[in-house]
């Protein structure tokens, strides 16, 4: 177990820390946060948003007179990862919205980044300057070119301390690989290579090739007619670099070994839990389709979540789930309505806590939801700014289908569907979740901190 992430007894009490955003009136689309990742350390946060903008957070040092306060996260760089674009030969639109982050291990003084839109893959570093150059031989102080004949002596430039300024760089651009939407990337355990999923491909990139990409998983049928499911998720085991997961919307995983052969058109594991005939419906195979697919950091089990459920299952065993936990099975008399306002195919994320103990998910009207895997106890907490005092405690929820409401219940009726938490991180090795509201970023941390 990691010093400092326990489980989630009834003891753990998760406090506001803080919330990141403007108050929701007035929101446009652009601001509406689309992705949130903790880098390795938990040092930085980055948020993603529709309008394509990255938000970079860095956590501030505890001070000395205030130990027991943690650090805070504050801005520490903004920059604009993606524009929209025009594809002419498709006359379609390509929007700029961010859809995912994926940090790599920081290796030297800079941090590197990938994030990507529907198409594009972009590499970006993101470093500190605090020096700048001065007294050049061929440059005047203004930095205009001097006339060589006025050059009598050579000076040897120095370096002075200026303003911390953090630049953001586009290294690399991996772009043209994919007909469908990404919808996932992943970077590889060895560090020399990452992934990227759309709706019926797998990529494998080298980060030092731009121009050209392997193509590892295609489902694509000879007649699109035949086609019977798409890709909805992938991501690289945390260890091993010839092992990688994706998921389906007919709710099936395939764990693939790229030993086996160059096209992983042939999986090593197949996960498919038998549909229980009772609950069959309409809706069966749209709620069954997995919106998030991830592996433990042990690398021994993995979460997948579709509409109702968060499932854990173990490496070992495909047949069935060795976990199940309900989500918010309240709405499963809503379901009609639900798919009438599109609500149905909306795409909730999962996380782990940094020892597999604990997992996170959200839901509507701004809850989401906390397992504990070990003493099967799960809480509903809300992220809203009613409770947004420094320290406060979260009172966890609940939700009342029918009968008698009681006076600290909210009934399934006045839940607002357009409030929806999608989109959550975990820190690696603390008890600080990040979660993105509409365009808010909350983070609450656990009292014990």
């Known amino acids: 177990m990691i010093p400092g992430i326990g489980t989630l007894t009834q003891d753990t009490l998760w406090c506001f820390s803080q919330v990141k955003g403007t108050i929701e009136i007035g929101t446009t689309e652009a601001d509406i946060i689309s992705t ?49 674009e025009f594809d002419y030969l498709k006359s379609l639109e390509i929007e700029e919205k961010i859809n995912k982050i994926r940090w790599l291990p920081q290796q030297n003084a800079a941090y590197f980044l990938l994030s990507t839109n529907d198409k594009t893959v972009k590499l970006w570093k993101v470093s500190e300057r605090d020096k700048r150059p001065e007294g050049y031989n061929l440059k005047d102080e203004e930095g205009r070119l001097r006339d060589p004949a006025t050059i009598t002596t050579l000076r040897v430039p120095v370096l002075r301390p200026m303003d911390l300024m953090v630049e953001a760089a586009p290294r690399r651009v991996f772009a043209n690989a994919h007909t469908y939407h990404i919808n996932s990337i992943s970077v590889n355990s060895d560090y020399e290579t990452y992934m990227s999923a759309d709706d019926l491909r797998i990529n494998l990139w080298n980060f030092e090739i731009t121009n050209q990409s392997f193509n590892i ?18 991501e690289f085991h945390p260890h091993h670099c ?133 003493t099967k106890r799960d809480v509903t907490l809300e992220a809203s700014r009613e409770n947004s005092k420094p320290r406060a405690i979260l009172k966890p929820r609940k939700v009342c289908v029918g009968g008698k409401r009681r006076k600290d219940e909210i009934s399934v009726d006045s839940l607002d569907f357009s409030k929806k938490i999608l989109h959550t991180a975990w820190h690696p090795s ?16 656990d009292k014990v901190n």
Not at 49 to 58: E, S
Not at 63 to 83: A, D, L, M, P
Not at 217 to 230: G, Q, S, Y
Request: some cysteine; aromatic content about 12%.
């Open 217 to 234: 998983v295609d489902i694509k049928p000879a007649n699109m007619e035949e086609l019977t499911e798409v890709i909805t998720a992938a």
């Open 36 to 84: 949130v990742e903790f880098n390795h350390t938990g040092e930085l946060l980055a948020t993603g948003d529709k309008g394509g903008r990255v938000v970079i957070f860095q956590r501030e040092q505890e001070s000395k007179n205030q130990v027991h306060r943690r650090g805070e996260y504050n801005v520490y760089s903004t920059f604009q990862s993606h524009e929209p």
């Open 430 to 445: 603390e008890n600080i979740i990040a979660v993105a509201a509409t365009n808010n970023l909350y983070i609450f941390q």
């Open 242 to 374: 010839n092992t990688f997961v994706y998921s389906s919307s007919k709710g099936t995983i395939r764990l693939c070994d790229m030993r086996a052969s160059a096209l992983c058109d042939r999986h090593t594991k197949f996960f498919e839990e038998p549909e229980d005939p009772s609950n069959r419906s309409f809706f069966s195979e749209i709620i069954s389709s997995i919106s998030d697919v991830k592996f433990s950091h042990s690398g021994r089990y993995i979460m997948t979540r579709d509409y109702l459920t968060v499932k854990v299952w173990d490496l070992n065993m495909e047949n069935r789930p060795i976990e199940t936990y309900q989500v918010h099975d309240y709405l499963r008399s809503k379901l009609c309505s639900l798919y009438e306002n599109d609500c149905i195919f909306d795409k909730f994320e999962c996380v782990w806590n940094g020892s597999d103990s604990v997992i996170m998910t959200g839901s509507y009207n701004n809850f989401f939801r906390m397992f504990d895997r070990n």
